[in-house]
Each structure stands twice: as structure tokens, then as C-alpha cells.
């Protein structure tokens, strides 16, 4: 078992073009974190609460005092040592008393919906180690929210226009 501590402070100065104001935020983060490694499995968890301090930056006058919370499970089987798969359960809120994202759906009159408060997944995936050094890994995400997509302070539902969404993942490696 592990935990970790952040406590840090930002200053953001304007540009000549920029959409934020001169501000400060401050995050304060608690992690946990557990690790199982037997003969066949191994088993990861995390949680975290994090409080993040926005003054003035999205405009001024603004002030925001937010706790948001997350965690995950990931748990690994080695069907041999050529073959793993992989199972996670991944969940994330923005601000822990607002759960589903009404509070950010109605303080932005309507404009960002309420799953940019939000982001839980579900996790599959395969590593295949097919030679001593060669390895390909492939993951499939099943996605609902957009609370940990950049930017934050300033959400683009345009772009992610949906509440459900995936995401696939390759990864080739190589190593000498």
C-alpha cells in the first residue's frame, strides 16, 4: 500500500489572445494506492479526492471550491508468459456532490452538459509478447462522461458532443 500527497499552487497571467482571466488555482490531492502480484494475477487499486481552488480564471470574480473523487480496479490475468489479460473499472466526478453534472449543466446556463462532470470506464485488453522482444498490447474503452478530457476550465461540447463514447488502443513495442 502507498499514498501520495500534492498540494500545489498556480498563477495564470492573461496573453493578448487568450480566453482566461489572470487567476489562481490551487489542487490538493490525497492517492491510495494497492498492489497484488501472485503466481497468475495481479490486482490494482486506486483511489483518490482531490480539492481544486479556481480564483477568477474562467473571469473575473469567479470562485470555485470543488472535492472531486475517483478510483479504479485493474486486475490482470497471465494466461502464459506470452499472453495477459486485462480487466479495469475506472470511475471519476468532477465535484463529488454533483455526481451526474447538474450543477455545471445549470451554472453554465445550459451550454456545457452535465457528463463534462463526470468520466467512468470499462476496460479490456490483450498483451501478446509473440517474440523476446517484440510485444503488442490492445485495450478497448467503453466511456461514459467527458470530465477528464482537456481543457477543463474551458469544456468543448462541439467536439465532444457525446455521452457515450469508445476508445481503442494499439500499441506495437519493440526493445534491444
Excluded at 158 to 166: A, G, Q, R, S
Amino acid at each position: 500500500m502507498v499514498f501520495s500527497l500534492l498540494d500545489a499552487d498556480f498563477s495564470y497571467k492573461r496573453g493578448d489572445n487568450d480566453t482566461l482571466f489572470n487567476g489562481d488555482e490551487t489542487s490538493q490531492r490525497i492517492m491510495f494506492n494497492l498492489l497484488y502480484q501472485g503466481e497468475s494475477w495481479e490486482i490494482a487499486s486506486e483511489v483518490m479526492r482531490e480539492r481544486v481552488i479556481a480564483d477568477n480564471v474562467l473571469f473575473p470574480g469567479f470562485y470555485s471550491d470543488t472535492f472531486a473523487e475517483g478510483g479504479y480496479l485493474q486486475a490482470r490475468y497471465f494466461v502464459s508468459n506470452q499472453l495477459t489479460v486485462l480487466a479495469r473499472l475506472d470511475i471519476y466526478d468532477r465535484d463529488r456532490q454533483d455526481r451526474e453534472g447538474k450543477n455545471l449543466e445549470v451554472a453554465s446556463l445550459g451550454l456545457v452538459p452535465g457528463y463534462f462532470g463526470l468520466m467512468d470506464q470499462a476496460t479490456a485488453g490483450v498483451t501478446w509478447k509473440f517474440t523476446k522482444n517484440i510485444q503488442i498490447q490492445a485495450e478497448y474503452h467503453r466511456v461514459k462522461g467527458t470530465g477528464r478530457l482537456a481543457p477543463v476550465f474551458t469544456p468543448n461540447p462541439i467536439l465532444n458532443n457525446n455521452k457515450y463514447w469508445d476508445m481503442w488502443a494499439v500499441q506495437l513495442m519493440y526493445w534491444f
